[in-house]
């Protein structure tokens, strides 16, 4: 991650006009936060950083409404502001599984894990081999109770990738349950 970090950092270095990367390095700094490869305060100030400067070059685009309303959600807890920036993002880009996959996790971070599951298997739909959106519908089927779904959907993810962390860790939540 700190490798692409670096690339996008050296495009807007020679194109400070170059939105697209803004954004760009606005997930990638989302990601380092979720993950806590970097303190929070670090990690999600430079997404919202990048987010906003990506949006002032160009309002229409979804990837940075959606890293913003990462930083929003995960960070500094403004749910509404979160929830406005998701539907805007889906609103630009319905077939983003990124959104639909962050929005996911913005739901079950707020308690509506149905609302959850509906925007996980959305993403999922969008793109079924992506093994982050696999392992974390697992896990929200799971804290929505529904254990079967949780067993099925984690060895899913274990299918498609049998050294994938998330997906061990997702079936083995899933038994502790």
Same mark, same amino acid.
């Given at each position: 991650?700190?490798?692409?970090?670096?690339?996008?950092?050296?495009?807007?270095?020679?194109?400070?006009?170059?939105?697209?990367?803004?954004?760009?390095?606005?997930?990638?700094?989302?990601?380092?936060?979720?993950?806590?490869?970097?303190?929070?305060?670090?990690?999600?100030?430079?997404?919202? !950083?990048?987010? $906003?400067?990506?949006?002032?070059?160009?309002?229409? %685009? @979804? #990837?940075?409404?959606? +890293? /913003?309303?990462?930083?929003?959600?995960?960070?500094?807890?403004?749910?509404?502001?979160?929830?406005?920036?998701?539907?805007?993002?889906?609103?630009?880009?319905?077939?983003?599984?990124?959104?639909?996959?962050?929005?996911? !996790?913005?739901? $079950?971070?707020?308690?509506?894990?149905?609302?959850? %599951? @509906? #925007?996980?298997?959305? +993403? /999922?739909?969008?793109?079924?081999?992506?093994?982050?959106?696999?392992?974390?519908?697992?896990?929200?089927?799971?804290?929505?109770?529904?254990?079967?779904?949780?067993?099925?959907?984690?060895?899913?993810?274990?299918?498609?990738?049998?050294?994938?962390?998330?997906?061990?860790?997702?079936?083995?939540?899933?038994?502790?349950?």
């Amino acid at each position: 991650m700190y490798k692409a970090i670096g690339y996008l950092e050296e495009a807007v270095r020679r194109d400070s006009g170059y939105a697209q990367a803004y954004a760009a390095l606005a997930a990638a700094y989302d990601v380092v936060g979720m993950y806590e490869i970097l303190p929070p305060d670090r990690s999600f100030a430079k997404a919202q !950083e990048f987010a $906003n400067r990506a949006l002032q070059l160009d309002e229409t %685009l @979804s #990837e940075a409404y959606t +890293a /913003r309303a990462a930083a929003e959600s995960f960070w500094q807890f403004g749910w509404v502001s979160a929830d406005r920036d998701f539907q805007r993002a889906i609103a630009l880009d319905s077939s983003s599984a990124l959104a639909h996959h962050w929005y996911g !996790e913005h739901f $079950n971070g707020i308690g509506d894990a149905e609302r959850a %599951l @509906s #925007e996980l298997k959305r +993403a /999922r739909d969008l793109d079924p081999m992506s093994l982050p959106v696999n392992g974390t519908l697992g896990r929200v089927y799971r804290d929505a109770r529904h254990y079967p779904e949780a067993i099925q959907q984690c060895r899913k993810t274990l299918e498609l990738d049998p050294h994938f962390p998330l997906g061990h860790w997702c079936l083995a939540q899933v038994y502790l349950g």
